[in-house]
């Protein structure tokens, strides 16, 4: 079963011209290879459930639902694909939950981690506080000039807020940062 989650999750990345939205030209990971872009992700593959669990601290990890060997082979997966597409990390930040920031280590391995508030998660929280994460969010992308890209590893709830699309666990979307345009939305 994880070898053929594998084997699908590598041909959605080298197929991402057909997934790329309407505006883009050509291969999108020709476009990152430039830089100057923001990568949005929804963290890779957890253990099976929805959310955390009751009792949950962002600093534990042994609290809350993490990577499985799929996520953490999936999130590999990806940065070596971009990696040898050229494609260069130049910053990474990440939710305070350990699946964000595992998923960003492994596909930026050396790149500093910045832990970022606005990644948090904000899922089940009954206020408002989703509009102005996500607003903060989107001024952090609004701000990359580069050079490389900025991979931004977040959670569900935050990628359709800052963004709109919804992610499977390891999708993610291509950011041109000036005009908050996306440029491909790219599910394994």
Avoid at 23 to 32: A, P, Q, T, Y
Avoid at 77 to 89: E, S
Wanted: glycine share 10%.
């Amino acid at each position: 079963m994880h070898f053929r989650f594998l084997v699908i999750f590598a041909l959605a990345l080298f197929a991402t011209e057909g997934a790329a939205a309407q505006n883009i030209s050509g291969n999108v990971f020709e476009r990152l290879k430039a830089g100057g872009l923001v990568i949005l992700m929804r963290h890779a593959q957890t253990t099976p459930g929805v959310g955390d669990p009751p009792g949950f601290r962002p600093d534990d990890c042994a609290t809350q639902r993490n990577l499985n060997d799929a996520g953490r082979a999936q999130a590999r997966l990806l940065g070596q694909r971009l990696r040898q597409a050229g494609v260069v990390i130049a910053r990474a930040a990440s939710s305070a939950w350990c699946r964000c920031v595992d998923t960003a280590r492994l596909i930026s391995p050396g790149v500093e981690i910045d832990i970022s508030e606005p990644l948090g998660s904000y899922w089940r929280r009954g206020d408002d506080s989703i509009k102005t994460a996500s607003a903060q969010a989107r001024s952090q992308i609004a701000a990359w000039r580069g050079p490389g890209n900025l991979l931004m590893v977040t959670h569900q709830v935050n990628v359709a807020a800052i963004m709109g699309p919804n992610l499977q666990m390891g999708g993610f979307v291509v950011i041109e940062p000036r005009s908050l345009t996306v440029l491909a939305t790219v599910n394994p």
